[in-house]
């Protein structure tokens, strides 16, 4: 992921912010669940470097995404950014999510095409989004948040457009909106106007921790679900501190009211320290909100000549 890298994150200043003031708004209008969901995943399932250590050693990229769907509940899911799904490609999808032994189920959340979000910029987009719209809501029960992330261009002098394009949208379909362009954070005033319009659209925020962009990290929330991008930096300590105040955040929250977490978890450029790290948020998210999710398992690498 190349928004908001840095070459070196030593100096960087990773607190968490305080919560937005909006936030109220949102827990004035929910109770508590004594059972949130959480939903936690990475960012892809083809990494050949799993083989061996969350898949079997012997496993084909062909069965990536069934060993996956069994170490995982969900997965941000990029590939649409790229390419809107074909029917069989729902229908295997469908399929490895059906015989997760996950539970309660396996989720997908699939990123609107770019050709939507930055090439018409939502523009001119009817066909496209009437296409894609139509293929991830055939996942059905397996279809979880969407998120639609606006290219760096789009500033706050183009939410007409942005509101009439979620208009638009089929109200039963999930939709996180990711924003990316400085101008909506600069002015509280803007980013305050902008909450309450999603809020009144029944659309979530996509919160990013990055280390570049500090001023995504804007700690809103328009609805009791949190769709949360959190880039770590390559198995980096800041990486566990990070996890560890977030997790407490989550707490706070949960007991405010939040209902549901979507919780995307990129290793770094290559993702290749992503499991380990779902692992210890997994762990943390179970020893202090006392929830009760699934642990990936991670076989230990095997170094050359260590048995002798």
Not at 15 to 44: C, R
Not at 186 to 194: G, H, L, M, Y
Request: hydrophobic letters at 40%; a negative charge.
């Amino acid at each position: 992921m190349d928004f908001g890298k840095l070459p070196n994150v030593d100096t960087v200043d990773f607190t968490l912010p305080a919560d937005s003031l909006f936030n109220q708004t949102v827990w004035d209008k929910v109770e508590p669940t004594a059972s949130p969901q959480v939903f936690i995943g990475g960012p892809l399932w083809a990494n050949k470097s799993y083989v061996g250590r969350i898949y079997p050693s012997q496993a084909k990229e062909r069965d990536f995404l069934h060993y996956y769907t069994r170490q995982f509940n969900t997965i941000e899911l990029n590939s649409t950014h790229y390419q809107i799904p074909t029917p069989g490609m729902i229908e295997k999808w469908k399929t490895e999510a059906a015989s997760s032994p996950i539970r309660p189920r396996f989720v997908y959340c699939p990123k609107f095409p770019q050709a939507i979000s930055h090439e018409r910029a939502l523009v001119a987009a009817e066909s496209l989004t009437e296409e894609f719209v139509n293929a991830v809501l055939s996942l059905e029960e397996f279809l979880g948040t969407t998120f639609l992330q606006l290219p760096p261009n789009f500033g706050p002098d183009k939410w007409p457009v942005l509101e009439k394009y979620l208009k638009s949208l089929p109200d039963d379909l999930e939709v996180a909106v990711e924003f990316r362009h400085p101008d909506w954070f600069r002015k509280p005033a803007v980013w305050q106007q902008t909450l309450e319009r999603l809020c009144a659209l029944h659309r979530h925020v996509v919160i990013s921790d990055v280390a570049g962009r500090r001023d995504v990290l804007h700690m809103s929330l328009t609805s009791p679900n949190l769709v949360l991008r959190f880039v770590a930096n390559e198995g980096h300590k800041t990486d566990y501190e990070r996890t560890d105040a977030w997790v407490e955040r989550l707490k706070t929250w949960f007991g405010q009211g939040l209902q549901t977490a979507y919780l995307f978890i990129h290793g770094g450029e290559l993702n290749d320290t992503a499991p380990e790290l779902i692992r210890y948020w997994v762990q943390r998210l179970n020893a202090v909100c006392g929830l009760n999710l699934q642990e990936p398992t991670i076989r230990p690498e095997v170094v050359q000549g260590s048995l002798f």
